[in-house]
């Protein structure tokens, strides 16, 4: 069971604001690229001034809103005939921009170590590929776990909170990144071989 799995009761919340949107001329994409832009710039903010400790609690405000614009996009396009090959691409390819964007300022918070939090990106961009590599091997999109987007949101929320709180991180908090690195090789790993077994 990982957060994806309550996708289904969450777009049900925001499909009245899906409709809305339709009706608007609002088109899949531009939510798509919205939700990155906005990632980007959060990411910015937070990189430039990341001193600025209470800055951090935008980040759980904003992963909040682009987990339900990620969701609007999906269900515009499934829903209400806005299913694009632009919009496939820019679906993948935002999400790993915004994800990185959003997870780098941490190179910056004590006690994480740069190196940790670059490998986790990457990793994390890794299990992104591995799940987009499903259906060119003939099985579906891979959603597994144990850390898939949604659950990496959750995490770096509440990391956001705790620092934008300004709540002193221990020593020991330098583990966290190690951990999410391990947790995302098992994603990889998981996201592969069920893959497989799927073909």
Same mark, same amino acid.
């Given at each position: ?98 994800? #990185? =964007? !959003?997870? %780098? ?5 004590? $006690?994480?170590?740069? *190196?940790?939090?670059? /490998?986790?990106? @990457? ?33 770096? #929320? =509440? !990391?956001? %909170? ?5 709540? $002193?991180?221990?020593? *020991?908090?330098?583990? /966290?990144?190690? @951990? ?20």
């Amino acid at each position: 069971m990982t957060l994806y799995d309550l996708k289904p009761r969450f777009q049900a919340y925001l499909r009245p604001y899906a409709e809305r949107l339709a009706r608007a001329g609002v088109t899949a994409n531009q939510v798509t690229l919205a939700a990155a832009a906005g990632s980007l710039v959060i990411g910015f903010v937070l990189s430039e001034f990341g001193w600025i400790r209470p800055l951090f609690i935008l980040l759980p405000v904003w992963l909040f809103i682009r987990m339900a614009l990620n969701a609007i996009d999906g269900m515009l396009a499934r829903e209400f005939g806005q299913k694009t090959r632009l919009g496939a691409y820019l679906n993948e390819l935002c999400d790993v921009i915004s994800d #990185a =964007a !959003l997870t %780098l300022p941490f190179a910056a918070i004590a $006690p994480f170590r740069p *190196a940790e939090v670059v /490998l986790a990106v @990457l990793l994390a961009l890794i299990a992104e590929y591995a799940g987009v590599m499903g259906p060119l091997a003939g099985a579906e999109r891979r959603y597994d776990g144990p850390l898939g987007k949604s659950d990496r949101a959750f995490v770096f #929320a =509440a !990391l956001g %909170l705790w620092v934008g709180l300004a709540l $002193p991180l221990p020593d *020991a908090a330098h583990w /966290l990144m190690p @951990l999410i690195c391990i947790l995302l090789a098992a994603t990889i790993w998981n996201r592969v071989r069920r893959g497989i077994a799927q073909i």
